[in-house]
């Protein structure tokens, strides 16, 4: 007995990459790459710095993001995510760009964003929050590349981009 729903792994018409497909009704799987929306969210020149709870990557620091949800702008899941993690409101002032990750299918559309007031507190995805002075940002316990590169990009008043993560090096003798 065949299980329900997308279950066989094929080419369907019209198409050139295998997708899980339901035989009995047609029904095709698409399996997307992830969209995270963040923000870089600074207050009074500081930058908003929050200490993961969650894996992966948790007790490393990060700016607010997270997964898109459905119906959602990346500047909402943007501020959604500031809520979430930090307990601010923030307002997006613009685009710092898309970090593209092919490796793990994942984009990230960054945004600059200010917070509407200098409070903050951890959220259920944080274990701290801080502002910090640009050199005070604990450089060698950020989370992932993605927010190193947004945060340049910030302090550099650069126009919006899109970059692409390198690959994964090979493993083997360094």
């Known amino acids: 007995m065949r299980k329900p729903g997308p279950s066989v792994w094929t080419v369907p018409e019209g198409d050139e990459r295998k997708r899980l497909t339901c035989l009995d009704c047609g029904f095709i799987h698409y399996d997307n790459p992830k969209v995270i929306a963040g923000v870089?969210?600074?207050?009074?020149?500081?930058?908003?710095?929050?200490?993961?709870?969650?894996?992966?990557?948790?007790?490393?620091?990060t700016v607010p993001a997270g997964f898109l949800e459905l119906n959602e702008t990346t500047?909402?899941?943007?501020k959604r995510e500031a809520?979430?993690?930090?307990?601010?409101?923030?307002?997006?002032?613009?685009?710092i760009g898309v970090y593209e990750i092919p490796?793990?299918?994942?984009?990230?559309?960054?945004?600059?964003?200010?917070?509407?007031?200098?409070?903050?507190?951890?959220?259920?995805?944080?274990?701290?929050?801080?502002?910090?002075?640009?050199?005070?940002?604990?450089?060698?316990?950020?989370?992932?590349?993605?927010?190193h590169w947004a945060l340049e990009r910030h302090k550099d008043d650069l126009?919006?981009?899109?970059?692409?993560?390198?690959?994964?090096?090979?493993?083997?003798?360094?």
């Open 40 to 61: 870089v969210a600074t207050w009074d020149g500081r930058y908003l710095m929050c200490r993961r709870a969650i894996e992966p990557r948790a007790g490393f620091w």
């Open 83 to 95: 809520w979430e993690e930090a307990r601010v409101d923030i307002e997006i002032t613009g685009l």
């Open 75 to 78: 500047a909402d899941g943007a």
């Open 103 to 147: 490796r793990i299918s994942q984009i990230y559309v960054i945004h600059a964003g200010r917070m509407t007031t200098g409070n903050h507190a951890p959220g259920p995805e944080s274990t701290d929050t801080r502002l910090l002075a640009w050199d005070d940002i604990p450089w060698d316990d950020l989370a992932f590349p993605s927010i």
């Open 159 to 174: 126009p919006p981009d899109i970059a692409q993560a390198p690959p994964r090096p090979a493993a083997g003798p360094r």
